[in-house]
């Protein structure tokens, strides 16, 4: 071998060590989406904040798509329907924040809209723990004047494109990427499942093999979320195997996708009543047979009417479809009690689909209980989103730390969330509601920067690393043989064919998980740019007999643990 030939080698091992040792660095956590008990002793399902001290108070909050700031409804502002009482308000809203109470609050700005939401509200900082033990000291939250939306009647986390959540974890290094993955879990049936909020990734346990939908944001007046699919297919399946076409000779249905709202979806009623026809369902006298609060406005049927047995099949771009179980379908009636429990009434079945009425001009809507059969993963960092089927059975978690700055994404460790329920502190509920016990809940590590939840590489990882590591040295002494093969050849009278390098390619994972089809939407040629950003899509390999494009999305993938 000549000394340029070593030379060259040298220079590429110098290259290669590092991309698979020091320049990855995934950071990412994972806090349940699930029921949580507040202070009117009822357990409103949500991601949890504990705001304020020496007692924190225990605040349930929905995930938002659309809003960069994250706002609470708090004493004085909690705008509950007319005549209720303060414990149904309190429950009603996920918990209402109390900022005398609290001897760690600051004022902040008082009254003023926030350019990126537009939205007017009091604004003040606290200091805020979550479940996996994340602290935020003096973060800055708004505390709502009036609802943001009419659906959505708990506060709002911000993880918009703007999010200043999200950038608050990334400067402090809890996360590597500004995105989120979320799963609603299961909260109606008789065998409840937590969900989960992940943050700055994406928990590979939880999606199911099959296809999936990638696709970018879209700016419209009616989706502030930017999250919009089609909705092209709607099946109702018998446990007999059949099927009946709910939407024959229906156009596709546009949508917007809004993980905050208690529904599976909202739709106009010429979609809705060839659903309810095939079901056979009536719908009950009150209210135009639709709730007034717990999974607001969704639809209300007879329980003699609910005997329909099947599951519902939703087809999305033409690309995938997401199977909604019948026990997701129907579930005796929820409702908040005037002491602020959430009691089950079987004078009503419960179907958590909306009806709009002829005339509303409200975008048709994917909700967030879809998410119970379906994964949401956000990339803000790339500008697009995944939805993917959801397993149906737990497994133990699997979070994909996605670190935009270097392009690769990595099995990390979190800290696990607690999962013991929380005594509900004592405080003055809303219109001087008292609240119950103590709280004893309060994180064990004050510091986010260095909290577990923003873990380094996995045990998994760093195996993968060294693999990776002397996988590289195994292609250098490959590559100089091949070297070594052409020169001999070249003096040969009867050269030697040589392989195919493409042989040499590992397999790479796509982007957001092994996904057969990433982008449903028109086809585009990967020529190592993106759909939407500078982010590289395709790599492809230098030489002779090179294999295919090795499609990556997301960046490598590295350190899987088995």
Not at 114 to 135: C, E, P, Q, Y
Not at 142 to 162: A, F, M, P, W
Not at 386 to 413: F, G, H, R, Y
Request: hydrophobic content about 35%; overall charge negative.
């Amino acid at each position: 071998m000549s000394s340029s030939h070593l030379y060259f080698l040298l220079s590429f091992s110098t290259l290669i060590w590092p991309a698979l040792s020091a320049d990855c660095q995934p950071k990412a956590l994972s806090v349940p989406y699930k029921s949580n008990r507040i202070v009117t002793g009822a357990e409103p399902r949500g991601v949890l904040w504990q705001i304020g001290g020496p007692t924190p108070q225990n605040i349930t909050l929905m995930p938002s798509a659309w809003g960069n700031d994250t706002y609470v409804w708090s004493t004085g502002y909690a705008g509950c329907p007319g005549g209720s009482s303060a414990s149904f308000c309190a429950t009603y809203r996920g918990g209402i924040y109390d900022r005398t109470s609290s001897e760690t609050e600051t004022v902040g700005a008082n009254m003023v809209p926030h350019i990126s939401d537009n939205t007017v509200a009091n604004w003040t900082r606290d200091d805020v723990k979550m479940l996996d033990g994340t602290s935020m000291p003096q973060y800055e939250f708004g505390q709502l004047t009036k609802s943001i939306n009419s659906y959505v009647h708990k506060g709002e986390l911000g993880l918009g494109r703007d999010s200043s959540f999200l950038k608050y974890l990334s400067d402090r290094k809890n996360v590597s990427s500004r995105s989120y993955s979320f799963f609603w879990g299961n909260e109606v049936t008789s065998e409840p499942r937590d969900g989960s909020l992940t943050l700055g990734g994406y928990d590979s346990a939880l999606i199911a093999e099959g296809s999936n939908l990638t696709t970018t944001f879209t700016d419209e007046v009616k989706c502030k979320e930017g999250l919009i699919v089609s909705m092209t297919s709607l099946t109702l399946k018998t446990k007999e195997g059949g099927t009946q076409d709910a939407w024959a000779g229906l156009d596709n249905l546009r949508v917007c996708v809004i993980a905050a709202t208690s529904n599976i979806m909202t739709i106009p009623a010429q979609y809705w009543d060839p659903i309810e026809a095939i079901m056979g369902v009536t719908r009950v006298t009150a209210r135009n047979g639709t709730s007034d609060a717990h999974f607001y406005n969704t639809t209300l049927v007879t329980p003699a009417s609910a005997t329909y047995s099947g599951d519902m099949v939703v087809g999305i771009n033409d690309a995938m479809t997401v199977t909604i179980p019948n026990n997701q379908l129907f579930f005796d009636e929820r409702v908040i009690s005037t002491s602020g429990t959430i009691d089950t009434r079987a004078t009503s079945k419960q179907i958590p689909i909306v009806r709009i009425a002829p005339g509303d001009g409200m975008m048709p809507r994917i909700g967030g209980m879809f998410f119970s059969s379906a994964v949401l993963t956000v990339n803000h960092d790339k500008n697009e989103f995944t939805i993917s089927q959801a397993q149906s059975k737990s497994a133990p978690a699997k979070i994909m730390a996605i670190d935009s700055v270097n392009n690769c994404i990595a099995l990390v460790e979190v800290a696990a969330a607690k999962t013991t329920p929380n005594t509900p502190q004592s405080s003055t509920g809303a219109n001087g509601g008292n609240g119950s016990s103590s709280n004893t809940g309060s994180s064990s590590n004050p510091n986010p920067s260095t909290s577990s939840s923003s873990s380094s590489l996995s045990t998994g990882a760093k195996a993968g690393i060294a693999i990776g590591a002397i996988a590289s040295i195994a292609l250098l002494a490959a590559f100089a043989f091949i070297l070594w093969r052409r020169r001999r050849a070249a003096a040969s009278p009867h050269p030697s064919e040589l392989p195919a390098y493409g042989a040499l390619e590992p397999p790479v994972e796509k982007y957001a998980h092994n996904a057969q089809e990433l982008y449903a939407e028109q086809g585009y040629e990967l020529t190592g740019g993106s759909k939407g950003g500078p982010n590289v899509y395709a790599h492809e390999l230098e030489g002779e007999g090179r294999g295919g494009v090795a499609e990556v999305g997301g960046g490598d993938v590295r350190g899987v643990a088995k």
